[in-house]
């Protein structure tokens, strides 16, 4: 099911603060302080940034060992995000929000550990900045098929590019019947 943003439990999305002037502009993915009367208590320890071309989706990822979250920004281009619900004993279990995050708007998703993330590039050479709480660990990473039918996410009518790692991805039920998947829970 889709949700808003504000619905499930966890999920964050602000508009990063941007100064221009007769230079251009300066945009402060996130301040500490900021985060934290927001109710994010993260501290950032790997940067990610990657660029794709139109129609390349990436994703759904998760990584559970050890959980990490993700601030995610769109600095160039624009993609349409999606986040999945993957945490046992949720009320929003296998429901999604989708939004788009673009190099103009500045928003910036929050996506903390629990939940599988990805998004479908819009734009040619739509660039992704990731801020993590934990360094990638490929043993301790994982994601759900990005266009399981049971998910029901709206992807837009662009012809989707994936990797071969990415088209073998488990179905959310494969997924939760993992025992790696409680490490993922809300009790």
């Known amino acids: 099911m889709l949700r808003p943003v504000e619905e499930m439990k966890g999920l964050c999305r602000f508009a990063a603060p941007c100064f221009p002037d007769e230079r251009g502009f300066l945009v402060q993915s996130y301040v500490a302080s900021d985060l934290l009367a927001r109710g994010i208590e993260a501290r950032f320890c790997q940067a990610i940034e990657s660029t794709s071309r139109r129609g390349v989706v990436r994703g759904l990822h998760f990584q559970w060992h050890p959980p990490q979250g993700k601030l995610v920004r769109c600095l160039r281009g624009s993609v349409f995000d999606v986040v999945v619900d993957v945490r046992h004993g949720s009320p929003t279990l296998?429901?999604?929000?989708?939004?788009?995050?673009?190099?103009?708007?500045?928003?910036?998703?929050?996506?903390?550990?629990?939940?599988?993330?990805?998004?479908?590039?819009?734009?040619?050479?739509?660039?992704?900045?990731?801020?993590?709480?934990?360094?990638?660990?490929?043993?301790?990473?994982?994601?759900?098929?990005?266009?399981?039918?049971?998910?029901?996410?709206q992807w837009p009518a662009v012809e989707a590019i994936l990797s071969p790692r990415d088209r073998r991805l488990p179905t959310l039920k494969a997924w939760l019947q993992d025992p790696r998947s409680h490490q993922f829970c809300t009790v």
């Open 94 to 153: 296998g429901d999604h929000a989708a939004v788009e995050l673009s190099g103009s708007n500045r928003n910036v998703l929050w996506v903390p550990p629990g939940f599988a993330h990805g998004f479908m590039a819009m734009e040619e050479d739509s660039t992704v900045l990731y801020e993590c709480t934990a360094e990638w660990n490929t043993a301790g990473e994982g994601g759900i098929l990005w266009d399981e039918p049971h998910l029901q996410v």
